[in-house]
């Protein structure tokens, strides 16, 4: 049984396609997730909306409590990281994260930010070897991913009103929301990383019809492509 994890942070309820004003990233995630829910009916899916529900900030007080040995925490600390363990668990199960997320800025949305930081745990999803001492500043090399007891895939399912971030494009360099999230991903240890986005909401009529139809015609195929992967590896193998 495949585990999903479906996460949207558009703040825009509803979906674009069936609901007036509704969001472009909240129709991609939707999809994917109705398709796979096509091939593989029994599928675990975990639905999160931090749009709606955004994750607390760190503070003080969380980073004083994250960064304390677990058996150490005092009850306010844990109390503290109660959210924080909630998202880390959820992503801990899933098999694939698809992951609605919109372009802000050039970057994602704060929401988006705030559950990274939430779901990026010392000594839970990412450790370093104790040899280089137990405050270092360390090369990244030294850090040690931790999820990573099966493979882990990360969906991101985009949507921008201009144009032209994809690699290559006229504004690819400026593109700071796929490159940011797969660094922070690949970090904890989750290695497979797909992105689809929609481009031209804010021109709308036939550029955003077209990029649409082709978002969803490539979720179509990476759920299928997907699928076959991971039916692969649940396969019994050979002795
Ligand atoms: C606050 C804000 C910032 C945005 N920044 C960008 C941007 O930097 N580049 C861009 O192409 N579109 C930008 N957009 C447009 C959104 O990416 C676009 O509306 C997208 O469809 C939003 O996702 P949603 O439909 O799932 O809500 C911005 C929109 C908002 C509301």
Same mark, same amino acid.
């Given at each position: ?168 494009? !006229?504004?690819?360099? @400026?593109?700071?929301?796929?490159? +940011?999230?797969?660094? #922070?991903? $690949?970090?904890?240890?989750? *290695? ?25 015609? !490539?979720?179509?195929? @990476?759920?299928?492509?997907?699928? +076959?992967?991971?039916? #692969?590896? $649940?396969?019994?193998?050979? *002795?």
């Amino acid at each position: 049984m495949t585990r999903l994890l479906h996460l949207d942070a558009s703040p825009r309820p509803g979906r674009a396609g069936t609901h007036d004003h509704g969001s472009h990233t909240r129709r991609l995630t939707h999809h994917f997730v109705s398709r796979w829910r096509a091939l593989e009916p029994g599928a675990e899916i975990v639905y999160r909306d931090i749009g709606i529900e955004p994750p607390q900030l760190t503070s003080v007080e969380w980073i004083e409590a994250a960064f304390t040995p677990t058996e150490n925490r005092s009850e306010s600390m844990q109390a503290v990281l109660a959210e924080s363990d909630t998202l880390t668990s959820e992503v801990e199960r899933a098999d694939i994260l698809v992951l609605g997320v919109p372009m802000y800025n050039f970057g994602p949305p704060a929401a988006f930010k705030a559950w990274i930081d939430n779901v990026i745990r010392l000594g839970r999803t990412v450790d370093y070897d104790s040899k280089y001492g137990h405050h270092p500043h360390l090369p990244l090399e030294y850090y040690l991913p931790m999820l990573v007891d099966r493979p882990r895939h990360a969906v991101l399912l985009s949507s921008r009103g201009d144009h032209g971030f994809d690699p290559g494009g !006229r504004l690819a360099a @400026l593109n700071h929301m796929e490159p +940011s999230a797969r660094t #922070a991903l $690949q970090f904890i240890g989750i *290695a497979g990383f797909h992105s689809i986005a929609i481009e031209h909401q804010e021109e709308g009529g036939e550029a955003l019809a077209a990029s649409t139809q082709s978002a969803l015609a !490539r979720i179509d195929r @990476l759920v299928e492509h997907l699928h +076959s992967e991971i039916a #692969a590896q $649940q396969l019994p193998q050979p *002795a």
